[in-house]
């Protein structure tokens, strides 16, 4: 894919959310299921990732030079390493958390990611007493925190 590097406002198409609120309530989801796949190190990274892509809702394109430093600057100087950071990166992706698209600059080099949050998957929920073929379903759907 050919995505041109630039400001953040020309990614807002990459957005799965209408607001930071609705971000934050799928991060929350996401993290409530999956927290336990990552390190302790690996989820500073992710925690970090997310509070970069509030200026349009789950996206985020800053160097991973940048969110290390904020990280390294946060923690007195015992941030996460580059390795640490990219294998939150890889698990995050497996996960289905992101979508990573790769960016380039005018003159074709690669220049930073783009990293796009997925809403977290919501369940099919059926009405009360649902029948599908003849057959009857009474089901009820209650989110547990």
């Not at 996206?59 to 946060?74: H, P, S, Y």
């Not at 640490?84 to 995050?92: D, E, G, L, V």
């Amino acid at each position: 894919m050919n995505l041109k590097s630039g400001r953040i406002e020309g990614f807002e198409g990459y957005s799965q959310f209408k607001s930071v609120k609705e971000f934050n309530t799928h991060i929350e989801m996401w993290l409530a299921v999956k927290k336990h796949e990552f390190s302790k190190g690996e989820l500073v990274g992710l925690k970090r990732l997310v509070r970069f892509s509030a200026k349009v809702p789950g996206v985020c394109n800053a160097k991973i030079g940048t969110l290390l430093k904020a990280i390294n600057e946060e923690y007195h100087g015992n941030g996460i390493s580059r390795s640490t950071f990219k294998r939150m990166i890889i698990k995050a992706k497996d996960l289905g958390i992101l979508t990573i698209y790769e960016t380039e600059r005018k003159n074709g080099s690669q220049s930073s990611n783009l990293y796009s949050f997925n809403s977290f998957p919501q369940p099919l929920v059926y009405p009360p007493n649902f029948t599908l073929q003849g057959f009857a379903f009474n089901y009820s759907y209650r989110h547990s925190s």
